[in-house]
């Protein structure tokens, strides 16, 4: 729907990228460009008279659409296609589900979809007999939630060859019953055993998928984002040929950046390869002008990387404290030698020692480039060390925050809480602490692993739990102490995202000569009640001066 070359925002709060604007804060669009913003007294009366169309806040508030700084949406896009888990919360909801896809698609060779939760299964891994039991006749290959790991029928396990006698990869672990036998769950590289087998995804399916995303995206705010994998991680095809097909088709709306997936068993002879791609992977809204180094696993299944071992079942050490995914004693080489070739890292660090290997080569890059700062980030940072919370501003590594993950639920208190100890368990998801020692901030949701919804991930950034009518579980805060005031939270998902995005220059913020990229929320956020952020949601979402969603 075309807006009409000038349209008028009024009637509610504004809110600039950074800070609410005064009250009576019009915003007047040119052209798909921000023309002019300011009271209503000047910039009201002269606009209304020459203005196509006229937007009544009612009350509501105007900001910058948001930018999701880590997200995975054609991946997302091709779940919600498929088998998604997503829509259940349990063990017996997820057969159902598998079952009743099953049954009406059985044409297909593989079932494929995913979306399940660790904490529906007894230490977080579920078995295959249970899958059998609803498909037996094809294989069956489900990612869980945070695309860590996977869920396989018997079958799969056959055709992959996957027995007692198969080793586990250097890079992930295959789960095992009492007597050796695979159970039927494979944790972090141990996926491809499989994935290398299931049918290769067309790139009209990938396109498909994309759009598909980008609609559901735009349903929340979202006018931009950082895809988090470009490239062919775990047999999955690359998305790219996706974004540039939408890019050249004009049918690709928001403001993307491609993060280029590292091939952790390459090292540095891939960088040829990555500067041509970043070379190709230039298109209308799509830059691909990052690489993306995922340096652990995650907390649940004790493969985010730790300074100490996790605790066993009965508080002792374990004698294991996580993986390293790229060799730390090579990885400063690595982030120096793209830092060099003007290259942004976008590195997945999820446990304190993660971190710090992140930090640590951030810093060996900045020693060599002298004067010259690229917007490196981190993301996910579930555990960080106290020592290390500072090094975030003095190497101007920006803190890229999945904010909904910062709460009580069964993941965190079954899965979690017990295996890192109470001192560890304090030192989870740090937002105050990192704002408070000058750390730039971005956010994102890690979508498909949780919601994409920005107003939720407020919500907890800002309350440190979710309610049960939103998605959450409730409860008591978690870490009250790290909390971060709305406005924060807010740059963060907006200008903060922007900025490590390099797209500062066209979104983020409000001000007179950017995209007329906005959000309309149907409550004024500058007085709303902190426990009553979830309840609000997205009533339009504009790109470039053009009505994309309306609810």
Request: net charge negative.
């Amino acid at each position: 729907m075309r807006s009409g070359d000038e349209v008028l925002f009024r009637g509610g709060t504004v809110f600039d990228g950074t800070r609410f604007l005064p009250a009576g804060t019009c915003v007047r669009v040119r052209n798909g460009k921000i023309a002019e913003v300011g009271p209503a007294a000047e910039v009201g009366p002269a606009a209304v008279a020459g203005a196509a169309e006229v937007v009544d806040l009612a009350g509501g508030t105007l900001l910058p659409g948001f930018i999701d700084a880590h997200a995975h949406p054609v991946f997302a896009g091709r779940q919600l296609r498929e088998c998604d888990l997503r829509r259940a919360t349990n063990a017996a909801g997820y057969l159902e589900l598998i079952a009743a896809y099953a049954r009406a698609h059985q044409d297909e060779e593989w079932i494929t979809g995913g979306g399940w939760s660790m904490d529906a299964f007894p230490g977080g891994r579920p078995d295959r007999h249970a899958l059998d039991a609803v498909v037996s006749d094809r294989p069956v290959y489900l990612p869980n939630r945070d695309g860590h790991g996977a869920w396989v029928n018997t079958r799969a396990l056959e055709l992959a060859g996957i027995s007692t006698a198969t080793p586990d990869p250097a890079d992930g672990r295959i789960e095992r019953d009492s007597s050796g036998q695979p159970m039927g769950t494979l944790q972090e590289g141990a996926t491809a055993l499989v994935s290398r087998l299931l049918p290769k995804v067309s790139e009209s399916d990938w396109y498909e998928a994309l759009l598909a995303a980008q609609e559901h995206l735009l349903s929340f705010g979202i006018t931009g984002w950082q895809d988090a994998i470009v490239g062919s991680y775990l047999g999955e095809a690359d998305p790219m040929a996706a974004y540039l097909s939408a890019a050249g088709a004009g049918t690709l709306k928001a403001t993307v950046a491609g993060a280029l997936w590292w091939d952790r068993a390459r090292g540095l002879d891939q960088l040829p390869e990555l500067l041509e791609r970043r070379r190709i992977g230039q298109s209308g809204r799509f830059r691909a002008t990052s690489v993306k180094m995922m340096l652990d696993g995650v907390a649940e299944n004790h493969t985010a990387a730790m300074l100490e071992p996790y605790l066993d079942g009965d508080g002792c050490d374990s004698g294991h404290a996580g993986l390293d995914f790229i060799d730390p004693a090579e990885l400063p080489r690595f982030v120096t030698a793209l830092d060099a070739e003007g290259f942004q890292v976008h590195f997945h660090a999820l446990g304190d020692r993660a971190v710090r290997n992140a930090l640590d080569a951030v810093e060996a890059a900045r020693t060599a480039s002298g004067t010259r700062v690229l917007r490196h980030h981190l993301a996910h940072l579930q555990v960080v060390h106290p020592d290390d919370i500072p090094r975030f501003a003095q190497l101007s590594a920006t803190a890229n925050i999945q904010a909904l993950w910062a709460t009580h639920e069964p993941q965190m208190d079954e899965l979690t809480i017990p295996f890192l100890g109470e001192r560890r368990s304090g030192w989870q998801y740090p937002f105050g602490s990192l704002l408070g020692t000058g750390a730039p901030l971005c956010a994102g949701s890690d979508w498909p692993v949780s919601s994409p919804n920005p107003l939720w991930g407020m919500h907890v950034a800002v309350n440190r739990s979710l309610p049960a009518s939103a998605g959450g579980h409730g409860g008591d805060p978690f870490l009250p102490g790290q909390a971060l005031s709305l406005p924060a939270a807010l740059a963060a998902y907006t200008s903060g995202s922007a900025r490590v995005n390099g797209m500062s220059d066209v979104a983020g913020a409000i001000r007179a000569g950017l995209d007329a990229d906005f959000a309309v929320v149907d409550a004024d956020l500058a007085h709303l009640p902190t426990a009553e952020i979830c309840q609000a949601s997205v009533r339009q979402t504009w790109v470039r001066g053009d009505l994309a969603y309306q609810q």
